[in-house]
Structures are given as structure tokens and as C-alpha cells.
């Protein structure tokens, strides 16, 4: 059984700054990709950012510049630092990573619960 928990969101002011946390645990045999999508409401999900094992980045132009992903192979964790927050940023939040397990052995993506983050102007 593998399992994605986030931490981290939470009601900031426009320009603050807030940081996510995304820990993976359970039957890990290898995290292969890491990162975030978002969903505000009445929208698709789009994604945030992405990290490969190797620590290769992509980011929304939306985000570029004002956020960072970043992740801890040894703790399986991935984190995304938001900085210079706007309004158009409130959404729920989710990691998601392609894991493969020990029974398996076959990358599957899964997913984080969600946490809100809320940008007041």
C-alpha cells in the first residue's frame, strides 16, 4: 500500500509566501517522477510543477519564477516553495507521484489528498 500526505497549505495574503510538503510511504521500490497539480474552482486540474528522480523541473508559466519544487530522495518527500502568492493561485493543491512498489514493479501514478491553499488580495 502506497500513500501520498500533504502539508502546508493555508490563508495567505497576496505577495506572501507559503510551502508545500508531500511525503510517500508504504511499499516504495522506486519514486520515479514528483510534483503538483492544482484545481480552483470551476476549472480543470493543471499542473503546477514536476521533478524527475534525477532532479529535471518543469513549471506552468504561470508559476515560473515565483515557485519552486524541490524534492528528498532519501525521505521521499517533495516540497514546492510559493513566493510573490496572487489571488489566481487559490486552489486545492495536490502532489501526486509514479511510484513503483515492491510487489509490482511498474510505475503507477498516485495521488495526495489535496490541501487548500487561499490567496486573499
Known amino acids: 500500500q502506497v500513500q501520498l500526505v500533504e502539508s502546508g497549505g493555508g490563508l495567505v495574503q497576496a505577495g506572501g509566501s507559503l510551502r508545500l510538503s508531500c511525503a510517500a510511504s508504504?511499499?516504495?521500490?522506486?519514486?520515479?517522477?514528483m510534483g503538483w497539480y492544482r484545481q480552483a474552482p470551476g476549472k480543470q486540474r493543471e499542473l503546477v510543477a514536476g521533478i524527475s528522480s534525477g532532479g529535471s523541473t518543469n513549471y506552468a508559466d504561470s508559476v515560473k519564477g515565483r515557485f519552486t519544487i524541490s524534492r528528498d530522495n532519501a525521505k521521499n518527500l517533495v516540497y514546492l516553495q510559493m513566493t510573490s502568492l496572487k489571488p489566481e493561485d487559490t486552489a486545492l493543491y495536490y502532489c501526486?507521484?509514479?511510484?513503483?512498489?515492491?510487489?509490482?514493479?511498474?510505475?503507477?501514478?498516485?495521488w495526495g489528498q489535496g490541501t487548500q491553499v487561499t490567496v486573499s488580495s
Open positions: 508504504g511499499s516504495i521500490f522506486r519514486i520515479n517522477v
Open positions: 501526486y507521484a509514479d511510484i513503483s512498489d515492491t510487489k509490482v514493479r511498474v510505475d503507477k501514478r498516485y
